[in-house]
């Protein structure tokens, strides 16, 4: 089994930052793609952004492009997601796994809330 864990959220206003970071424990397994997700109230988790094994090919969400920067340390099973310039549109909680066929668990998220 694998698990999920996320950290760094937190309340912050528009225009703001944060940083947020996941760490992968179990069985992994390697040359796997990692995702950030997010959750807003009342709608379906979407992926906002995904790094591959190497970190050479990067996608984000249109909505998160320009604003958000995923990088990830391989040897500690560890991926971040920088968030600059946010904006409550960017309220939900993120959670991370693996891009196309997740995990068989998610983790718990972590709430982002950005006020206006």
């Known amino acids: 089994q694998v698990q999920l864990v996320e950290s760094g959220g937190g309340l912050v206003q528009a225009g703001g930052s944060l940083r947020l970071s996941c760490v992968a424990s179990?069985?992994?397994?390697?040359?796997?793609?990692m995702g950030w997700f997010r959750q807003a109230p009342g709608k379906e988790r979407e992926l906002i952004a995904t790094?591959?094994?190497?970190?050479?090919?990067?996608y984000y969400a249109d909505s998160v492009k320009g604003r958000f920067t995923i990088s990830r340390d391989n040897a500690k099973n560890l991926v971040n997601l920088q968030m600059n310039t946010l904006k409550p549109e960017d309220t939900a909680v993120y959670y991370c796994?693996?891009?196309?066929?997740?995990?068989?668990?998610w983790g718990q998220g972590t709430q982002v809330t950005v006020s206006s």
């Open positions: 796994n693996r891009h196309p066929a997740p995990f068989g668990s």
């Open positions: 179990g069985r992994t397994g390697i040359f796997y793609t």
């Open positions: 790094i591959s094994w190497t970190s050479g090919s990067t």
